[in-house]
Each structure stands twice: as C-alpha cells, then as structure tokens.
C-alpha cells in the first residue's frame, strides 16, 4: 500500500513540475480587458494571447471602438488581467480523480454485493452468519495487535496480500463500529 | 559516559519552567554505561535500557494516552547512541548526520504532498460544482471559468456565457431559457447533489470510517498524546481526499479547510513512517503533525503565517521552539507548492483572495464591534445548537442512519438552494463575490449602483452612490441567504462527511457584514449632513467599502465559533495582504471572543472533544477547586486496597490474575506488603507483553515463577521454578507527589509534563540519608561550567563535590534523623503509593 501511495505522490510531483516547466500551451494565457461603457461604445470584453509585458488595453483591444484622440481616455477606463493556467494539469487531475473514484466505487461494489454473493455460493449460508457473530464478539478495541501477530506467520506472497487484506478489514470494521454504531468517536 | 547537560537542559528550557526540571534528565544521561554508584543509577533513570526490550513493548494500546516523558527519555537515548556511534566510522557518521536531517526531509514531503492534494481537491471541486450545471462540451474537464477560457464570445454584460458551456437543460432539450428549462436545470441540480453525497457517505462507511467530520477536535487529542489506530492512515488520507472534493461538490454548507487540516496530518503520519527516529516514538511523530497540521491551514488559506500560528494557539499541546521553525518550514513549501499548481488561474492559492487600499475611519469601529458582538452571538447559537444536535445523533436512533441523514439534509439543501443565486454558487465564490468592492466593472447584482452619467473618474475611486434596485433585491436575497445559512450549518457539522465548518462560518459572517455595509453606506450617502458622517464623509467621496464590513463580519463569525484571535487576524491579514485592516479585524475578533466567552467559555471544537469524552485536559483550562491530591487519588476511602506488585515475592500467576480482574493501565511495585516501600511502576501493557513473551521463548517460567523487580534474583531453593527478571521493563522513577499536593498543581503536572499516572504518596519522610547526599552533590554536579566531558573527569568532580560538601549540612542532616524517624513511626512506617486515575 505504501509503494502504492508513494509511487502515486511521486507521479503527481513530477507531472505537476514537468507541466509547469515545460508546457506554456498557448491557450494557457491570457490577457483579459474588461472595458466599460464609454458614451456610445457598449461594453465589451476582450481576450488576447499575449505575454505578460503585452497585456495592456492598446494591444489587447481590437479592433479599437473609438476614433484616435478618444483612445487614451477610453483606455484608462479598462482594466486589463494578465492569467496563467495549465490545462495539462486540470485534464491530468481530473481525469486522476475520476479513475481512482471509479475504482474505488468498483472495489466498494465488489465488497458490498458481489463478496457476500460469492461467499453464500461457495460456503453456504451458515457459515457467513457465524462469521459475522464472531467479528462481533471480538474485544472491543484490543484485536488489532492480535491479528498483526498473527499474521506473521506464513511467508507465501498471495497470503500476505491476503493477510494484509483481512487485516485491513478488520480495522476498518473496528472503526465503522465505534464510529456508526457504538458512537464513542467522532459524533 | 558524556554528561551533556548544558544542551538537555537548554532544551527542556525551552519548553518547561526551569524549576520543573527534575534530576531524573540528568542521571538519565549516564545511564547505561558504568555509573559512577549503583545508587545514582537506581535513583534516576525512566527506564532500565540495559537489556534490549522486546518486540511491541515501546507502542500503546489503541484508545491510550501516550506517556509522554518516557518518550522523551526514550528520544535522548537514541539520539546519544547515535551520537556516540558516530565517532566509529565515516559511515556511522553520514547515518548520523541523515538522522539528523531527517525532520527536515519529513517536513519537505508533508509540504510538497499536502500541497499538491489541496491543488488537487481545488481543482476537482472546481470542476464538480460546475457539472452540476452543466458541462463542457470541447473538453469535459474543464469547469465553466476554464472552457470560457478564450472565448470571444462573451459579452459584458453575461461576462460568463460562451457556446461551448452548456446546461444540462440546453444540452437536452435544446432550450436554454423558460420554466421547462428550469425546472430540467433544477431537477438535475438535486440529483447531481444527492449522487455526489451519496457517494461521499457510502465511501466513507465502507472504507474509512474515520474519514468523517472536520477531524480537528480528534487531532487537537492526538497531539495531547491521545492513540486512535487508523486515524492519520493511508485509507483515511485516499478516502479523505477522495470524499472532501464530492461533499463539498455536493453543494452542503461545508468547507474544505478542517478536513485539509486532516489530511495533511495524515501526509505527515505516512512520512513518519519512512524513519525510524518518528515511527518509533509517538512523542516525536507528534511534534511532525503538529508542523503538519500547520502545513494544511497554509494550503487552506493559502497563509503560512497563519498556519503556524493556528498550529501554535489551537491544535497543538507540545510546541517546542524546533517545531515553530520546521512548521513555518513545512508551511511554506506547502504554500508554494499549492501556488505553482495554481488552481484558481490567478495565482492566488485562494478564491476569495481580495485587494483593495481603500482607507477606513475611527467611526466605522462602531459597526465593526456591532459585527463583533453578532459573530459571537453567532458562536455561541451554534456551537449550542450543534452540540445539542450532536448529542441527540450520539443517543438516539437518528445516529442509526447515517446515510439517510446525508441524504436527507443534501436533498434539503439542494432544494432550498437552487432558487437562490447566492447559495446555489459555491460558498466559497459567493465569500469572494461579498469581499469583493464595486469596481466600475463588476457586473454582479450587488453592483447595480445608479451610476451619475457625467461621472469621469478613474476606476479605482468611485464614489458613494445611491443603491439601484438590484442592490435592493440583492439584499433580500442575502438576508434568506443568511437565514438559511445559520439553520442549515447547525445540522450539517457533524455529519458522517468530511465537513469543515471555516467556510460556511464565513460566509454567514460576511453576508451579515456585507449587509450592513451596505446600510452604512447608503445611510451615509443620503444623511452626509448628520454629525458622524460630517467628519469623514464629505459628498461625492468614497468613504464606505462594503467589501471591508464583509471582511470583517466573517473573521468575527469564525471568530465566534472557534475563539481564535491572533491566527485568525493573521489569516486574513495575510487573506488581503495589507497592514491597514488589522484594526478592524482585531477589534472584531476580540468583541467576538469576549461575548462568546460571556456565555461559555469552550469553542467548538474543545465541545465536540467533551460530547466524544475524549482524554483532553486544555492547557488554557483553569482550575479553581481547594482539593488536595489525596481527595482525588484512587482508591477511595471505601476502595479495596491498592493493587500493588512486590519486587521479589509475586508469581507470575499472581501477576496473571491482577491483570485479568483489574483494568488499571499499571501496577506501583513495592518492596513487600509489609513496608510498602514504593520502588517503581509497571505499565500494564508491558507486564502483559513481557509475560506472554517469557512464557513461550523462557524455558522454565512456570505459572508459579517467582517474578522479581530487583537486580539479582532472590535467594530460592533449587527445587523452585526458574525466577522471571522484569526489571527492564520497571520504570524506576514513576512521578511522584505528596497526599498534600494541591490539585492544581497535580493538574499543572499532568497537563506540562504529560503524565500518564502519577503516584501519590504519604510524605516522603523516609528517605535514607545517603540519598540526600546524593541529591546535593547532583545539584552541584550541575552548576559546574563546563561539564564533565568523560567518566573520568566526573569521577574527580564527583570527589572533589563530595568534599566540598560542608560539613554543617552533614550535622544538620544527622540532627535530623531522630525527627524523620518520627515521621516514619508517625506514618506507621506504611508509605501507601496511590494511583491517580485522570480522565
């Protein structure tokens, strides 16, 4: 789990510093001038790709609404904006997001409707029930350490990963008992 | 031995009052390793390291308080072997230095994690607020703000509509305006926010239950030395994060601040974990999360400063002067990160960032106290109702659906929501529209001042003018707004949903500040001959900012609820990033503190720490109760007497059933029943460990093994079971106060050196006078600049101390014994330890 996280921050670090570095997509700036009504002249926003050095109302506005002596005064009224973005780094992040909630969603179904399915078909109704009653039965808070012990056990890899599950779902079994049932934390 | 006291005690300095330093630091320096006496070693040292402890015996049981001088002790262990290796080889020597770096290299990656998760949350949220409206058709991962990017289309007067943005009602049927479209728009609007919180809630339940509410009040306890197992996890960081961006999507009066501050202690707990110097001890992992957590407020708000300050006055219990540094530290990178992922596109790290210049006058105070005394009417009206909802969730069949209440209030709110523009936004644009001054340019409806058409002024100074009806139609709506705000908010914390409670705070606080700038400013538009306004009102004038008032009415709304004052005026001083508002912000925050203290003196989060019976004793806490050590002490009078180990009489069977029959977390160990000589203290954790370890790796221990606490075994005949040596886990110097102690120091004990247990015990009469001595030649030991730098050179000061001792102490002392005789005969030789049991 914890490669898993690292590997994950450290992809991020990269990419967030790689986009950052290197793509200035020219679509990423832009200089936006927001000028107000001015005698006749509507209102009217006006947005340009230009470098920050660049971004004031005489290269932004065009074409020019007003005639040549009113252009200073017109200009003094707009409020020009320089912006950044990096549109490298919303799709990446979006489209991040979106998959890691995907598949947690697909594990949560997994373990919610298509394990206990599984189970009943493999095992039998009985047994599940037994196993439930034992979950509960459990000392409260204590059981923790007993399952790390004995989890040490057995060297195979696919038990480990196995164990580490179990474990895993014990704790959060704890937790969801003290938290929705038992209401001793964080009510 | 290297005896280098100079550096402990500068180092305890820094945290405790000089005079608490007790002896046992010092001896704890030189314990190990020959001693000069046997008598010093046995007089001082937290905890026997000659042996090596076994496996688990260092880690506490889930739900325990940590303790948090062992954990120091432990720390300046490690941290001499280290030193002392060093000398070795060049390869030790780079270790060490590693070691020592590491703090650093922790606070570098908490920074750059926690920073990128809350670019990440922004951006997402961003997104999913938006797709509750609609979508964008040339690329779906962009939010209405970003697919409007470089369209030209835009008009000023519909600054955010282009072709590209659809709703869902155009995007459907085809129509973008009549009441078929709105309804289709309103419609979707619920079901996105209900399929967002839904989500949210059964993600929650099923993977990280912990991942719920705010996770300050339950982090403020963990750094008070509290252990809740899979709080700070990895399942609770991915879970957190993931769930965050979907509540606060949903549309619910949540904020994302709190939870950020959980996920960045969570950052720092996974990174603990890549060094032993952190993972190991919990007092160390502490003094991490606390720069952690000040690393999550920096990225919330996008203000170091104030981070390390909130860190510093409301989450932390132990702060040490290198936690400020390496807190600022984390802060900053963090801060930094979050900037060059540049979320909003303004590079700002938040949205309602504002800057305006514009000056302020002494009479405005009056308003600003007035704001003040509403954020703490309005703190003390939620943090009761909150508890009081809390509360009947905790005790009654509500708490049994979780998932319906989310759903319920989602739907509710949605439903209430939607028709208003100011609450169907994100809360967090609306706080930005409400700080925001009228320029010239802005387009939104609180703008919609009647303008003087021959008006030529620059834009930065726009004088007063008299409200248009938009304006007026703008306030009825933020009034319903406000309403619905403070009713909604109450029954939302608390929630089984990462829910922040900054935010929604805020934006009741600037709604009512926003309101009444506005009347303080059209009152001064049209009364500017009144004698108040007369002075710094002249017509024509720019004298009021609403933005300003707004400002204001949320610091002291948050204020209110979580009597912050100086991190919290340093937030949003660093929020505008100008000198001059500090005035205001101060005083509103303080008149909010002072009435909310009127009416009880917790803020919220101390409340939900006492609504979940968390072990918490507050360091601002006052204690005011004329009791005596001895009124509090278990057992009572009426109690079974104490449950006490001996040093060399108990078996390991009698061990076993004072374990199962009591659930105290340790035993006092005495010299025998009949004297009651306390010797030390045995945590129950460790007694457990030990025993269970001896019985299945020591041949030979058998239930009636003779377990003994004392150097050498005792004297049995052979026939006897081999004997259980425990002394490596008996703690040698346990806390111990006299019955007469007043409880307020007992308390001040507790609360400064994290005590877990203390022992009390009936006048310390009876030590022996050579244990005197030894006192005296320590305290003079300690005052010789430099110190000793080897064993030998202590040999010889030691000596020539012993000397110097003057030889009217030693009469004095001898004149004394007859009189220390009749206290113990007083005492009837019994020194009875007691246990108190805090919490």
């Not at chain 2, 509360?391 to 208003?420: D, S």
Request: hydrophobic share 40%.
């Amino acid at each position: 789990m914890k490669s898993v996280f690292l590997l994950e921050f450290f992809s991020v670090l990269c990419f967030v510093l790689l986009s950052t570095v290197t793509a200035k997509n020219s679509e990423d700036i832009r200089c936006k001038c927001i000028c107000p009504p001015y005698r006749d002249v509507e209102g009217q926003i006006y947005k340009q790709n230009v470098s920050l050095k660049d971004c004031n109302c005489l290269h932004v506005v065009e074409p020019m609404p007003v005639e040549g002596k009113d252009v200073e005064a017109y200009c003094l009224r707009c409020e020009c904006k320089y912006e950044e973005r990096s549109s490298g780094t919303i799709k990446f992040t979006i489209i991040m997001y979106l998959s890691i909630l995907g598949l947690l969603l697909l594990y949560m179904v997994y373990l919610t409707l298509l394990e206990p399915m599984l189970k009943r078909r493999l095992f039998g109704h009985s047994q599940l029930i037994q196993n439930d009653d034992d979950v509960g039965d459990q000392q409260p808070f204590a059981n923790a350490h007993n399952v790390l012990s004995r989890s040490h056990s057995r060297p195979n890899m696919l038990n480990k990963v196995e164990h580490a599950q179990q474990r895993w779902r014990r704790q959060v079994q704890e937790q969801r008992k003290s938290v929705f049932d038992r209401h001793v934390v964080l009510s | 031995c290297r005896l280098d006291l100079s550096q402990t005690d500068r180092y305890y300095e820094s945290v405790y009052n000089p005079c608490e330093i007790s002896r046992v630091y010092i001896s704890n320096q030189c314990v190990s390793s020959a001693t000069p006496t046997e008598e010093m070693n046995g007089a001082g040292n937290l905890m026997d390291f000659l042996d090596e402890p076994f496996p688990d015996v260092s880690t506490y049981e889930d739900f325990h308080t940590i303790d948090w001088l062992r954990e120091k002790s432990r720390d300046t262990d490690r941290h001499r072997k280290i030193t002392s290796k060093s000398k070795e080889s060049i390869w030790e020597l780079i270790k060490s230095l590693l070691d020592a770096w590491s703090g650093w290299v922790v606070m570098l990656l908490i920074g750059l994690l926690s920073g990128t998760l809350a670019g990440v949350i922004d951006l997402a949220v961003d997104w999913m607020t938006d797709l509750k409206e609609g979508v964008c058709l040339s690329a779906f991962w962009y939010s209405h703000e970003q697919c409007c990017w470089t369209s030209n289309e835009t008009t000023f007067d519909d600054r955010d509509k282009c072709p590209q943005w659809q709703k869902w009602a155009e995007l459907m049927t085809g129509h973008a305006e009549g009441a078929g479209a709105y309804v289709l728009n309103y419609f979707l609007y619920i079901l996105w926010a209900l399929l967002f919180s839904f989500l949210a809630v059964s993600l929650v339940r099923v993977f990280a239950p912990y991942a719920c509410g705010s996770g300050i009040p339950e982090i403020k306890t963990i750094l008070s030395g509290f252990i809740i197992r899979g709080y700070l996890g990895k399942w609770t960081l991915l879970i957190k994060t993931v769930t965050l961006v979907l509540a606060v999507s949903s549309g619910l009066s949540l904020g994302k601040e709190g939870p950020l501050v959980h996920v960045a202690c969570c950052c720092g707990n996974l990174f603990c974990s890549l060094f032993s110097k952190y993972s190991k001890n919990e007092g160390k992992r502490r003094e991490v999360l606390s720069a952690a957590a000040a690393a999550g407020v920096s990225v919330a708000f996008g203000a170091p400063i104030g981070g390390v300050l909130f860190s510093l006055e409301e989450v932390s219990y132990y702060f040490p002067l290198k936690t400020l540094w390496r807190s600022f530290f984390a802060a900053l990178v963090a801060a930094f990160t979050l900037r060059s992922i540049n979320p909003f596109g303004n590079s700002r790290l938040v949205l309602f960032y504002v800057e305006y210049h514009t000056p302020w006058y002494m009479a405005e105070l009056v308003p600003f106290i007035l704001l003040g005394v509403f954020g703490g009417l309005w703190g003390t009206l939620f943090i009761r109702a909150n508890i009081a909802w809390c509360r009947r969730r905790k005790t009654t069949q509500l708490g049994k659906y979780p998932v319906l209440e989310v759903i319920a209030v989602t739907g509710i709110t949605a439903v209430l929501a939607y028709p208003n523009p100011y609450t169907r936004r994100s809360t967090s644009e609306l706080i930005s529209e409400l700080f925001n001054d009228c320029g010239a340019l802005e387009s939104s409806q609180l703008c919609d001042y009647i303008n003087n058409p021959n008006m030529s002024r620059p834009v930065d100074d726009i004088p007063d003018r008299p409200a248009g009806p938009g304006v007026y139609n703008a306030l009825w709506q933020l009034a319903l707004a406000l309403i619905f705000k403070i009713v909604i908010t109450i029954f939302t914390f608390g929630m089984k949903i990462p829910s922040g409670l900054f935010i929604p705070s805020m934006a009741v606080g600037a709604i009512a500040g926003r309101i009444v700038g506005i009347a303080v400013e059209q009152m001064a538009y049209h009364h500017h001959d009144w004698i108040i306004f007369k002075n710094w009102c002249r017509p024509g004038a720019d004298c009021v900012t609403p933005g300003l008032y707004a400002m204001v009415g949320a610091a002291a709304c948050l204020g209110g609820v979580t009597r912050m004052t100086v991190s919290l005026v340093v937030i949003m001083f660093e929020l505008t990033g100008g000198l001059e508002y500090i005035v205001p912000l101060m005083a509103a925050a303080v008149t909010s503190k002072w009435v909310a203290d009127a009416f009880g003196k917790e803020g919220i989060y101390e409340s939900h720490i006492q609504l979940n019976g968390y072990p918490y004793l507050d360091v601002r806490d006052e204690f005011t109760h004329r009791t005596l050590a001895t009124d509090v002490m278990r057992p009572r009078r009426n109690d079974p007497p104490l449950a006490v180990l001996t040093q060399d009489t108990t078996t390991v069977e009698d061990v076993e059933t004072l374990i199962k029959d009591t659930d105290y977390n340790g035993f006092p160990v005495v010299v025998s029943r009949e004297s009651e000589r306390l010797i030390g203290f045995v945590q129950r954790r460790d007694l457990t460990l030990a025993i269970k370890n001896a019985r299945q790796k020591q041949d030979g221990v058998v239930s009636s093994s003779v377990v003994y606490f004392t150097e050498d075994a005792p004297q049995l005949p052979a026939s006897n079971p081999q004997p259980l040596k425990l002394r490596r886990i008996l703690n040698l110097s346990p806390f111990t106060v006299t019955d007469h102690t007043p409880m307020e120091t007992v308390v001040d004990i507790f609360r400064k050196l994290g005590l877990r247990q203390c022992l009390v015990t009936r006048s310390g009469y009876d030590r022996s006078v050579s244990q005197i001595y030894l006192e005296i030649l320590e305290i003079q030991v300690r005052r010789r600049f430099p110190p000793p730098s080897s064993l030998k050179e202590l040999e010889g000061i030691l000596t020539e101390e012993w000397l110097q001792i003057p030889l009217e102490t030693i009469h004095k002392l001898y004149e004394s014994i007859p009189q220390r005789i009749e206290a113990v005969i007083a005492a009837k030789s019994r020194r009875t330890p007691y246990e108190i049991i805090f919490c």
